[in-house]
């Protein structure tokens, strides 16, 4: 190396350090309890904030084990996000054990929860207009906590609702090539309620709203059963679930699986469904494609007589 060569290889912030911290103050640290929020989070925020999230892409935030690294990371958060519902029932013990005494916003507050007695179902994120009201609530709180952003981030909540708006007219169009009775799909967990409120869907899943029992072999058999009465269309498996559950119910009623579809996580950056946006839409795609070759199946399989 010669010495020009040299100088130019010489970092110049060595030179300065207080410069350069003076003009970069500390970012807003937000951390989102899992990815599919994270995402909306880092959406509204902009270069106000950096964004990260606990339980990560294709990873199952019901069941999800905290690391020592998340206590570290929430002990220097100035924001915490997380969905509400009793969905993340690992986060109150998470946030009071890590010292972090700043705000917990819930960003499905305000929403009506779909119901089981006392329980809720806490996949509100799966209704794009649900999603909105998240994006509201995030809104909210990064106006709160960065005032000198709030401009910059109300413009850029707006401009992202009004993306949502149109993915929602997209999904509506994309079911609407579906006969409403024919609208029956199994997913291997009951994750994708709201989205059958938003556009006529019936659901059946063997397991639940989480993930952590499997159904008990009575329980099975009655699903199958059902399968059967209601002649459901197609079968999903999830990126956070075994996929083998599903396709035993498929072997066993000859319903065609048909595809994955992405429920409680993204998928990891670079695939189909690592953003929000674009894992709505690969579900809604997914779903009617696979309705409309079913519904296409039956038609050619039914004897003329
Ligand atoms: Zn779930």
Known sequence: ????????????????PWRVSAQAPRKLQ????????????????GDAADVSSLVGANADAHVYEPRPSDLQRLARADLVVVNGLG??????????????????VVASDGITPRRLGRALDPHAW???VHAQRYVDNVRAALERAAPAQAAQVRARAAAYT????????????????????????????????????????TLLAPRGWSTDADPSAAEFAALIRQVRQQQ???????????????????????AR???TL????????????????????????????????????????????
């Open 1 to 16: 190396m010669n010495r020009r060569q040299l100088l130019l290889a010489t970092p110049v912030v060595a030179a300065a």
């Open 30 to 45: 937000v951390v989102a309890s899992f990815s599919i929020l994270a995402d909306i989070v880092r959406e509204v925020a």
């Open 87 to 104: 969905f993340e029932g690992w986060i109150e013990r998470l946030v009071r054990t890590s010292g972090y005494r700043g705000p917990v």
């Open 126 to 128: 799966q209704s794009l």
């Open 162 to 201: 009004a993306r949502l708006v149109e993915l929602d007219a997209e999904c509506r169009a994309a079911f609407d090539t579906v006969p409403r009775e024919r609208r029956r799909i199994i997913s291997s967990h009951d994750a994708f309620g709201y989205l059958g409120d938003a556009y006529g869907l």
């Open 232 to 254: 459901a269309l197609a079968l999903f498996v999830e990126n956070i679930s075994d996929r083998r559950l599903v396709e035993r119910i498929a072997q066993e009623t000859g």
């Open 257 to 259: 699986v048909g595809g």
């Open 262 to 305: 992405y429920s409680d996580a993204l998928s990891l950056p670079g695939t189909e469904a690592d953003s929000y946006l674009r894992l709505v839409r690969h579900n809604v795609q997914t779903i009617s494609g696979a309705l409309r070759a079913a519904l296409t199946a039956a038609a050619s399989a039914t004897p003329l007589r």
